[in-house]
């Protein structure tokens, strides 16, 4: 999926990058997909922890319920 993104930069900025031959729309890529990259990882340890923390709280007989069910359904 595309989608546009407008960025202001100071101009002194964008002539120093353009003198420097930056590709600014590559940098600015590069910065989106690792903050992206970032508020995975943030939900994903979030997770993980909601589930380290269900499973602690459930009887050891809830979850080999839980995983005879998933062989099932597999």
């Known amino acids: 999926m595309t989608q546009i993104i407008s960025v202001r930069i100071d101009d002194s900025l964008y002539e120093e990058l353009k003198r420097l031959n930056v590709n600014l729309s590559e ?3 590069r910065s989106l ?3 992206v990259s970032s508020i995975q990882r ?3 340890v979030k997770k993980i922890k909601n589930l380290s923390e269900r499973f602690r709280n459930e009887s050891p007989s809830d979850f ?3 995983n005879k069910n998933a062989k099932r359904d597999k």
């Open 27 to 29: 940098v600015i890529r």
């Open 33 to 35: 997909e690792e903050e």
């Open 42 to 44: 943030e939900i994903l």
């Open 64 to 66: 080999l319920m839980v």
